[in-house]
Nanobody, 118 residues
Framework: QVQLVESGGGLVQAGGSLRLSCAAS????????MGWYRQAAGKQRELVAT???????NYADSVKGRFTISRDNGKNTVYLQMNSLKPEDTAVYYC????????????WGQGTQVTVSS
């Protein structure tokens, strides 16, 4: 079992930046894929960005060029750098992980709120 704890959410004005962190209870090198999801009020959870053990990344079209996912294996932490934030980025952001699969949906964090004001 892996525990994931997100931090770094908050309130920011449109055009601003935030960096989310996801700290894992064990080495993230044991996880094949990690990623970030978000869920806005009244909407389904959507996959925002993923990163594999080898460092390959993928992004939702809505965040390409603005968000960057990265991992620090030494700190067992995955980050989501969010730049040029828009009000439509407002959501609860969740960290996910998967020991074997490529979709990071086996382990979940509790979520962190990101609110972007216009």
């Amino acid at each position: 079992q892996v525990q994931l704890v997100e931090s770094g959410g908050g309130l920011v004005q449109a055009g601003g930046s935030l960096r989310l962190s996801c700290a894992a209870s064990r080495t993230i090198f044991s996880l094949n894929a990690m990623g970030w999801y978000r869920q806005a009020a009244g909407k389904q959870r959507e996959l925002v960005a993923t990163i594999t053990r080898g460092g390959s990344t993928n992004y939702a079209d809505s965040v390409k060029g603005r968000f960057t996912i990265s991992r620090d294996n030494g700190k067992n932490t995955v980050y989501l750098q969010m730049n040029s934030l828009k009000p439509e980025d407002t959501a609860v952001y969740y960290c996910g992980g998967n020991k074997h699969g490529l979709i990071p949906n086996e382990y979940w964090g509790q979520g962190t709120q990101v609110t972007v004001s216009s």
